[in-house]
Structure formats: structure tokens, C-alpha cells
């Protein structure tokens, strides 16, 4: 999955449990870089209503690879604010979209606070229900810098 942000993995161990938790080797937080920073995904942070997804949809720019398609248009909320729009019909298995979801919510959750005030729409491709987590991890922090440089003073 990569790094955590003010987290240190100890004990060569590849779990992301808290340090102190028992279970094995884990990850060492600074309580005060999570808590303080506020890297939460609350409510305010989600597009909830159908007229919040049409107005993205309405007039959106886009950036694509080969395992999400990324539509963003600027809002005046202050701050950036995530859709999922992940289909059926493009991604078979419920727990295939499950997992997408999961991922996409992540990375949105740990880059947030780079994002200029956006509104943005994740779809996933069907190549994304059979790649790997690196993958996609580095394919959605791709698109965070496109979309950060495309709109760097929103």
C-alpha cells in the first residue's frame, strides 16, 4: 500500500495495525500527525445528492488511464469533495466494486488537503477489477496531480 503518512512500520512487519495493539509487528503513529491533521472523510467531503453529481457531469474535465476515469469541475465549498460512480456493468463482482470504492476513498481521504476546492467523480474501468493494489494506488495519486496541476490556485 505504500506509506503512510506519519507512520513508521516496526518490527519489519507489513500490518497496518496500531503501534501498542497486540497481534505482531505493526505500524508506529504519531497520534498527533493523524488526529491533528484531520485526515478524516466526513460527510461534508462526499457528493451526496444527485443534483451534486449533475453538476459535475454537466461540464467536467476529465483525466483518464487504463483504470479510472477521473471527472472534476471546481466548486466555491472551500474544499475538495469525492463522488463514486462505480458500474455494474464495468466491474462484474460486488466485492471487486467494494474494493475499488475502498481504495478510491483511501487515497482520496490521505490527499485531500493538496486537492483545490473540486468537485470530483471517480469511474472505474473494467482493467481496475483485476489489477493489483500498487496499481491502483499509483494510478489514482497520478490522476491527484493532474488534477492539482490542471487547477493549482481553484
Not at 473540486?118 to 497520478?142: H, N, T
Request: aromatic share 10%; net charge positive.
Amino acid at each position: 500500500m505504500g506509506s503512510v503518512p506519519g507512520c513508521a512500520p516496526r518490527g519489519g512487519g507489513k500490518s497496518l495495525r496500531p503501534a501498542g495493539q497486540k497481534g505482531g509487528p505493526g505500524w508506529h503513529c504519531n497520534p498527533n500527525f493523524l488526529a491533528g491533521e484531520g485526515y478524516t472523510f466526513p460527510k461534508s467531503r462526499r457528493l451526496l445528492k444527485a443534483s451534486d453529481y449533475d453538476y459535475v457531469f454537466s461540464d467536467a474535465r476529465a483525466s483518464s488511464d487504463a483504470y479510472f476515469t477521473i471527472l472534476m469541475r471546481p466548486n466555491n465549498k472551500g474544499y475538495a469533495r469525492l463522488g463514486l460512480a462505480i458500474s455494474k456493468k464495468k466491474i462484474k463482482l460486488a466485492v471487486e466494486r467494494n474494493r475499488l470504492k475502498r481504495y478510491i476513498r483511501e487515497s482520496f481521504r490521505l490527499h485531500q488537503h493538496e486537492l483545490p476546492a473540486m468537485d470530483i467523480v471517480a469511474m472505474a474501468k473494467p482493467a481496475a477489477a483485476g489489477a493489483e493494489r500498487k496499481e491502483l494506488w499509483e494510478s489514482l495519486a497520478k490522476h491527484w496531480r493532474r488534477l492539482t496541476a490542471a487547477y493549482p490556485s481553484v
